[in-house]
């Protein structure tokens, strides 16, 4: 049995309401809302970036599995927004969780599903029979730019898990990948925002891939929607995740748990593994869940995972995502908001 030892999540306490950036913009607050399904987003305290909120989710990974950090033998971090172009996330993430220095460390990119990326190849290294233990991680603090509709939701979180052979809480049942070379959104060096091809990035990117890779590994494990207890898909909003699900056959209460995470704003690698991991924070012995992201670029990775006995006696080990969402909220204006994420530039 090959699957998840430890899962764990952090996501920052600033928010800011999207009425706060509607008004900013004179833009109709309720439109948006509507349109998006959103309400507000979290935002990266002055101290936090992809590191930071890597090494509070590894935190929380470890706790629930229980393991010996030195028997992890490699660490992963998926991410669009990696403090540095030259120098890795992740040797800074084992030092701080004494991972190491025995181990393989690599970052990861491939837009929002660079976590889902990172998370496979732990898979497949301890599937492999290559180690004990390994780490997949994707964590975030995306921007977009001012004015832009991306502002809205481009946020900040991380969630980890840790891939085993003993003490398996949710075993890999099924994975399967579908990716093409599709524009939808991108980035090029030295620039400070991304760009997006707009309504592009709905039906030849996002559910051209999620449909795909969803179709495709429901047919390969030869289970229904109607099996499943529950399903998340990427969510660069509230509505197309919801879309994709009922497409698949999903309903709406299946995709409920997962979908929580919508609230604080979803545009980030995080995104789909962190409504994963409020799925395992309820997630019952021999219940069923289907995890499908989404990067644009373009490609979606799915999973079929089912519980174990064990997973209900790690569930309360770590803080939940629940937990996580309400508590020590900070509300900013703003002002306060493009300060923390630096949207003003100026010049020496």
């Known amino acids: 049995m090959v699957g998840i030892v430890g899962y764990g999540s952090y996501v920052p306490r600033h928010r800011i309401r999207i009425s706060t950036i509607a008004e900013q913009w004179g833009d109709d607050a309720k439109v948006i809302e509507n349109g998006l399904l959103l309400q507000e987003k979290t935002v990266p305290g002055r101290d936090e970036d992809t590191i930071t909120i890597a090494v509070e989710a590894a935190k929380n990974a470890l ?83 001012p004015g832009d509709a991306l502002e809205y939701s481009a946020s900040a979180g991380g969630s980890a898990f840790i891939f085993g052979t003993e003490n398996v809480i949710a075993e890999v049942i099924e994975t399967h990948s579908f990716t093409t070379d599709t524009a939808d959104f991108w980035r090029r060096e030295y620039q400070h925002y991304p760009r997006h091809g707009g309504r592009f990035t709905g039906e030849p990117a996002y559910f051209k891939h999620v449909l795909n890779s969803a179709k495709e590994i429901l047919d390969k494990s030869g289970i229904k929607p109607s099996e499943f207890a529950h399903a998340v898909f990427h969510m660069p909003n509230g509505r197309f995740p919801l879309k994709a699900g009922k497409t698949l056959g999903f309903t709406d209460e299946q995709m409920k748990q997962g979908w929580v995470v919508n609230i604080m704003g979803n545009t980030y690698s995080g995104s789909s593994i962190t409504g994963f991991s409020a799925i395992l924070d309820v997630l019952k012995p021999g219940e069923l869940a289907l995890l499908v992201s989404f990067g644009s670029g373009a490609g979606s990775d799915a999973f079929i995972f089912r519980a174990t006995e064990r997973i209900t006696e790690v569930q309360n080990k770590a803080p939940k995502i629940r937990e996580l969402l309400d508590s020590n909220k900070m509300y900013l204006s703003y002002g306060q908001y493009a300060a923390y994420r630096k949207k003003i530039l100026f010049n020496e």
């Open 63 to 145: 706790k629930r599995a229980e393991i010996d950090p030195q028997e992890i033998g490699a660490v992963y971090i998926g991410s669009e927004s990696h403090p540095y172009a030259v120098k890795p996330s992740g040797t800074v993430l084992i030092d701080a969780l004494g991972i190491g220095p025995h181990v393989h460390v690599a970052d990861f990119e491939f837009a929002c599903k660079a976590g889902s990326e990172a998370m496979f190849v732990a898979y497949s290294h301890v599937k492999s029979g290559n180690m004990k233990y390994a780490m997949g991680i994707g964590a975030d603090t995306s921007q977009g730019a």
